[in-house]
């Protein structure tokens, strides 16, 4: 057999990682595909593991479309969406089971499938298609979101009662999923307060999560008028209508989750002040608590660090942006607070506690 020369084979290691970046989007949109066939959820009823014919029984799928579910199956596996056990006993059809990945995708807790719904939903894909004519417009208007759609997504959630419910699910599965890890992890967070206040903190969910931890701390949600409306009833929280760029309501701390990230440094200064102005000094317990993005240049963890990189750029969406702890702590310092702890505790998120 002959083999390829060492500078031909660079070559084609080179063209096969082009190919890979080239053809990302079909993981993706093999997960979507995915979600919306209900695949995991199929499997998942079958005890965890099922063959092609028990899945095609399970799923909305017209049948001359089977062959191709076994493309789509076969990409799941190679991408660790799925399992494949391709020698079952006795021999027959392979049996697809769930991955800690899919685990995600079903089920009542820690489920992610609404928060991957609205990232794959056809309104937040298309503005990328549009990224590099995005690049010759001057900021800060408008964002890649404007640019394809004509609004902001927060205009556009005001206006859509569908797409709003789309990403009000989406902020509540990954609230879910996120304090339940951090109230583990990082109870010290939320330790020594009496109040706080979940400031642009949606339906709820993570301070509805945090009341049910810790009883002795009284929680109130802050968020726009027409979020507030849709807020649930009867979850020991309490809603107020309002505007984080005008006020805060006053407790022992204020607590912000995956919200710094969708503004600018200006932006971020502003809310940040308010929230000064609302929290006692540090002796008595004030402080900030945020959950977002601390960008590790040098983490050794590859994926995680291409995973920030990535949100990084996809923050570009609404003229966000994640910060690295020399611009959290630029922006911390310009508005008025004196120190800062970093927690690396969510993945590729963090607990980040601001003193005032």
């Not at 109230?183 to 979940?198: N, T």
């Not at 107020?240 to 701390?253: C, H």
Request: charged letters at 20%.
């Amino acid at each position: 057999m002959a083999l390829t020369t060492s500078t031909n084979q660079a070559l084609l290691d080179a063209q096969l990682e082009l190919w890979h970046n080239t053809f990302g989007y079909i993981k993706s949109m093999a997960l979507k595909s995915a979600l919306d066939l209900r695949i995991a959820d199929a499997i998942h009823s079958h005890g965890g593991g099922a063959t092609l014919p028990q899945v095609v029984a399970a799923v909305k799928l017209h049948p001359s479309k089977i062959p191709c579910l076994r493309r789509l199956m076969r990409v799941l596996a190679a991408t660790g969406v799925l399992s494949a056990d391709q020698s079952p006993p006795g021999g027959g059809e392979p049996v697809y089971a769930l991955t800690p990945v899919s685990r995600l995708l079903v089920g009542s807790q820690q489920n992610l499938a609404p928060f991957t719904a609205m990232i794959l939903d056809p309104a937040f894909v298309s503005p990328f298609l549009e990224l590099g004519t995005w690049f010759q417009k001057e900021l800060p208007e408008p964002c890649v979101f404007k640019h394809t759609h004509g609004l902001t997504v927060w205009e556009h959630a005001g206006r859509d009662a569908t797409f709003d419910a789309l990403v009000n699910d989406s902020m509540v599965s990954d609230s879910h999923f996120t304090m339940d890890i951090a109230i583990k992890e990082y109870p010290g967070a939320f330790l020594g307060i009496s109040s706080l206040v979940d400031v642009g903190g949606g339906l709820g969910a993570a301070a509805q999560a945090i009341s049910k931890a810790f009883p002795g701390v009284k929680c109130s949600v802050l968020d726009l008028d027409h979020v507030v409306a849709k807020a649930p009833s009867d979850t020991g929280v309490q809603y107020i209508a309002g505007d984080m760029f005008e006020s805060v309501p006053p407790a022992d701390a204020m607590f912000l989750k995956w919200v710094l990230h969708d503004w600018g440094n200006e932006e971020c200064v502003k809310i940040l002040k308010n929230c000064k102005k609302a929290i006692p000094p540090r002796e008595e317990g004030g402080k900030v608590i945020i959950i977002d993005i601390v960008v590790e240049e040098g983490s050794s963890n590859l994926k995680q660090r291409e995973m920030q990189a990535l949100f990084d750029l996809y923050m570009t969406l609404v003229n966000g942006i994640e910060r690295d702890e020399q611009e959290w702590k630029s922006i911390f310092f310009e508005a008025g607070f004196s120190d800062y702890k970093i927690s690396p505790v969510l993945g590729a998120r963090s607990i980040i506690e601001v003193y005032p």
